[in-house]
């Protein structure tokens, strides 16, 4: 689990083919790995990877083809900036929202706007996920924990602060650009709740019953 505050920007510095999937190698000065040990996940871009190895201040990742296909991970080259978060501890301030590093699809920045020292997005979200985000509510774009301040059908609007544009990768932002996008975990199991609560593929009877 994340939380959505981004603890540095690194940059990807190799990425090798591996039958299929790649391993990815991403070098990170301002994170500290003294603590991190090989199995230990960190969020890329929102997309939690478990660390294969470990040089100085550099880790590299294993990302599995379903990763590649479903995640803006695939679209990385040599010299892309990523944001990076540790998995939490019990330690960690809650400082955002709880984030699985699951991401539920790609969303589409479909405009960009100044709003006094604020910059505004509006982002497109998949048809199938905008049911899942609400005005102020939380989402996750890129791993950055977000707070909704207004829903137009599949479009969303986020107000970024000077800070988040200068500690993430989210000033490089431009209208066509694919994010990764996490709703949040929540409204997923409320839904879930709801669905067994009307008795998913069985008119309401539990499937424990008449079983003696």
């Known amino acids: 689990m994340f939380t959505g505050i981004i603890q540095t920007v690194g940059t990807l510095v190799e990425q090798t083919p591996t039958g299929g999937d790649a391993r990815l190698t991403i070098e990170a000065p301002g994170l500290d790995l003294a603590n991190t040990a090989i199995g230990d996940s960190i969020a890329v871009n929102g997309v939690c990877l478990t660390v294969t190895d470990l040089d100085g201040d550099r880790f590299s990742v294993d990302c599995s ?11 990385l080259a040599p010299g892309s900036r990523v944001n990076l978060e540790p998995a939490l501890t019990l330690a960690t301030p809650l400082g955002g929202h709880l984030v699985s590093g699951h991401v539920d699809g ?41 707070t909704v301040n207004e829903v137009s059908g599949t479009r969303c609007r986020l107000t970024i602060i000077p800070h988040t544009l ?47």
């Open 166 to 212: 200068e500690v993430t990768i989210m000033g490089e932002y431009r209208p066509g650009r694919q994010v990764n996008l996490e709703v949040d975990l929540m409204a997923r199991y409320l839904e879930r709740l709801l669905q067994a609560g009307d008795g998913v593929g069985g008119g309401g009877q539990s499937p424990y019953q008449d079983l003696s």
């Open 65 to 75: 083809a379903e990763t590649l296909r479903l995640t803006t991970v695939g679209q």
């Open 106 to 146: 790609l969303a589409i920045i479909d405009a960009r706007r100044s709003e006094a020292r604020a910059t505004e997005f509006w982002l497109r979200v998949p048809p199938e996920l905008a049911r899942y985000v609400a005005k102020k509510g939380s989402v996750a774009i890129d791993g950055v924990s977000l």
